[in-house]
T-cell receptor, first 114, second 115 residues
Framework: GDSVTQMEGPVTLSEEAFLTINCTYT??????LFWYVQYPGEGLQLLLK?????DKGSNKGFEATYRKETTSFHLEKGSVQVSDSAVYFC?????????????FGRGTSLIVHP | DAGVTQSPTHLIKTRGQQVTLRCSPI?????VSWYQQVLGQGPQFIFQ???????GRGNFPDRFSARQFPNYSSELNVNALLLGDSALYLC??????????????FGSGTQLSVL
């Protein structure tokens, strides 16, 4: 079945460091890809998305490029802040029987120290 | 504007009991979807309702059921609770049916503990 694999966490960085969180997927068709962020005590929020190969999603300094050849959607940010500390979820959405079923990865916790 | 609201925030039940979780979508949103998030895992899709009809179902047993009301609010019911049902249950709303370009708005969830 369809699945999303994320790198194990926690990822611990100092402020202003470069961030990469790896995400790869397995899907039978051509999914849309998403990154969601969950801050402590809050619900998931959509961070960015890409709907076709070579699309780049970006938001709040975060970027991810849909790489069909490597089935990847790695999340990057050039300079992280303490306020970026959260859990990040990679997800895909694919049509199944007339509806779109979202599939999430297990999440990667990011801790940013001052 | 109010976001997606879920109630209750926390719930403790014993094995074999039944539970009902509630979700109010953002005003104007017609789709509600439910997810189970076990500690340390990502959300797992349970149901999607759009315009009061079930439009998708994940790989969950028949003990799980849901419905959507005319005001687009939704309830998730779980019968014959098992210890493994302990999880955070998330509700998300969107204007249209969940699809490639629909943005999901999540509530903060209901934490269910089954003892």
């Amino acid at each position: 079945g369809d699945s999303v694999t994320q790198m194990e966490g926690p990822v611990t960085l100092s402020e202003e460091a470069f961030l990469t969180i790896n995400c790869t997927y397995t899907a039978t068709g051509y999914p849309s890809l998403f990154w969601y962020v969950q801050y402590p005590g809050e619900g998931l929020q959509l961070l960015l998305k890409a709907t076709k190969a070579d699309d780049k999603g970006s938001n709040k300094g975060f970027e991810a490029t849909y790489r069909k050849e490597t089935t990847s959607f790695h999340l990057e940010k050039g300079s992280v802040q303490v306020s970026d500390s959260a859990v990040y979820f990679c997800a895909l959405s694919l049509a199944s029987g007339g509806s779109y079923i979202p599939t999430f990865g297990r999440g990667t916790s990011l801790i940013v120290h001052p | 504007d109010a976001g997606v609201t879920q109630s209750p925030t926390h719930l403790i039940k014993t094995r074999g009991q039944q539970v009902t979780l509630r979700c109010s979508p953002i005003s104007g949103h017609k789709s509600v979807s439910w997810y189970q998030q076990v500690l340390g895992q990502g959300p797992q899709f349970i149901f999607q309702y759009y315009e009061k009809e079930e439009r998708g179902r994940g790989n969950f047993p028949d003990r799980f059921s849901a419905r959507q009301f005319p005001n687009y609010s939704s309830e998730l019911n779980v019968n014959a609770l098992l210890l493994g049902d302990s999880a955070l249950y998330l509700c998300a709303s969107s204007f249209g049916q969940v699809g490639t370009n629909e943005k999901l708005f999540f509530g903060s969830g209901t934490q269910l503990s089954v003892l």
